[in-house]
């Protein structure tokens, strides 16, 4: 049973060299950040999967965690892509 | 250029709870299982940076009006005094004294004085983390 596991680490791990495959070659910015999105989203999935392999509860807080952390980074670098500053100093629209 | 975000706005006043009763529950959850009061600051300060990124500096200010510095002295404040109560009893600089009470709603539970130096390392955090934010945001 636990080499099922271990098959689907590797095919994670896998899908992971296409994400950086297109983090590196991407032609434009918003395909980097997108491959980025996915990157976050398959080390969630790794962890995961290593967290069955070792038998252990103690990193799934950590998936949580990367969850939060890879929204807000593809939020943050989104804004700035669409409007050049991350955060406004004023409202001017409410 | 005049922007209506509205699935992101809808989105974070979500969302930015949860992160909030995330990092409540990493900070107290940080005797046993991983966590503690660093993480749980930094989870707090990212709640407040989502926040700043769906609306903006001026409104954000107006949902929490503190100043981020105050809290930082307030957490310096609060871990000193932690440590330091242990030399008013005849022990040593940072001990910490622990005991096992019977809440009424929680049942058996242990009360450690670490509890009260963490909390003064999450406002530390969270105050460093946010005014270092908010200082690169305003500027120009």
């Known amino acids: 049973m636990i080499y099922v596991f271990w098959g689907a680490l590797i095919a994670v791990a896998a899908a992971m060299v296409g994400f950086v495959y ?3 070659k991407g032609p434009t910015i918003p395909d980097r950040v997108v491959a980025l999105d996915a990157l976050g989203v398959a080390l969630i999935s790794i962890i995961a999967l290593l967290s ?13 965690l990367l969850g939060i952390l890879s929204f807000i980074g593809t939020v943050a670098f989104s804004k700035f892509i669409e409007r050049g500053e991350i955060f406004e100093r004023d409202d001017n629209n409410h | 250029m005049k922007t209506n975000d509205v699935i992101l706005k809808t989105g974070t ?3 930015s709870f949860m992160i909030f009763l995330f990092s409540i529950h990493i900070f107290f959850a940080g005797h046993y299982t991983p966590g503690g009061g660093f993480v749980g600051g930094l989870l707090a300060s990212s709640a407040i940076v989502l ?3 769906a609306f903006d500096i001026k409104t954000v200010k107006k949902i929490l009006p503190v100043n981020y510095i105050t809290i930082t002295a307030a957490g310096i404040i609060i871990s000193i005094l932690t ?3 242990a030399v008013f009893f005849n022990k040593s600089f940072f001990t910490h004294f622990f005991d096992y009470f019977h809440l009424p709603l929680l049942g058996k539970t242990s009360l450690h004085t670490a509890t009260l130096f963490d909390l003064g390392v999450y406002l530390v ?3 460093v983390t946010m ?3 908010q200082t690169i945001g305003e500027d120009e």
């Open chain 2, 125 to 127: 955090v969270v105050g």
């Open chain 2, 51 to 53: 926040l700043l990124l």
């Open chain 2, 13 to 15: 006043k979500v969302v």
């Open chain 1, 22 to 24: 297109r983090v590196i």
């Open chain 1, 52 to 64: 069955v392999v070792m038998k252990t509860q103690f990193f799934l807080e950590i998936i949580l």
């Open chain 2, 131 to 133: 005014t270092i934010i």
């Open chain 2, 83 to 85: 440590a330091s109560a």
